[in-house]
Structure formats: structure tokens, C-alpha cells
């Protein structure tokens, strides 16, 4: 069964970080380049970054360049997102994918920037 948790978000102040974690089951995660996507509020679900299979490419949304980084660990099928000098326009529910092959979408995880 395929399987997508993520977690890690929360209440975070203006300029504060969060580190989520989004664990995968059900296929094969080595195979798949993997994506963060996030889910403004009374907005469209939008990509916010990726990383390749190989963990070679990474790629972020204009916004996020310089602040967020993801990685991936393919020996715990896990795709991680750090996320530093966090903004009120960072408030989201974010989610993660296989990117170009998505599967069920999973219960993603509240980030919200309150000061």
C-alpha cells in the first residue's frame, strides 16, 4: 500500500525554522525523484521544491531559494525539508509527492509564521 506521512510543521514565529519529514512506503523510493508541495491557505496546491532520484538536482520555487533545502535519505525512504527564515507567506499545509508520478496525496502538515 502507498503510503505518504508527513510531519514535523507547527507554529513557528517570523524568521524561526522547521525541519518536516515526509515518510514513504508502498514503492520503491530510490526510483523516484521526490517533491515538496504546499497548499496556501484558500490557495492552489503549488511545488515548492524537488530533488532527484540520485539526490544530485535540487530545485525550489523562487521564494524559497536560499531558505529551504531538501534532502532525502532513500535508506530510511524519507524526504526532508528545512525551512529557515520562515515569512507569513510560508503558511501553509505542505505535502510531499513523487514528482511526475504522483501518488495518494498524504494528510500533509500545518506550517503556520505568526508573530
Known sequence: QVQLVESGGGLVQ???SLKLSCQASGFIFSNYAMAW???PPGKERELAAWIG???R???YVDSAKGRFT???DDAKNT???QMNNLNFDDTAVYYCNRLGAPVSWGQGT???VSA
Open 53 to 55: 532520484y540520485d539526490g
Open 37 to 39: 508541495y504546499r497548499q
Open 110 to 112: 500545518q506550517v503556520t
Open 57 to 59: 538536482d535540487t530545485v
Open 14 to 16: 517570523p524568521g524561526g
Open 70 to 72: 531538501i534532502s532525502r
Open 79 to 81: 524526504v526532508y525539508l
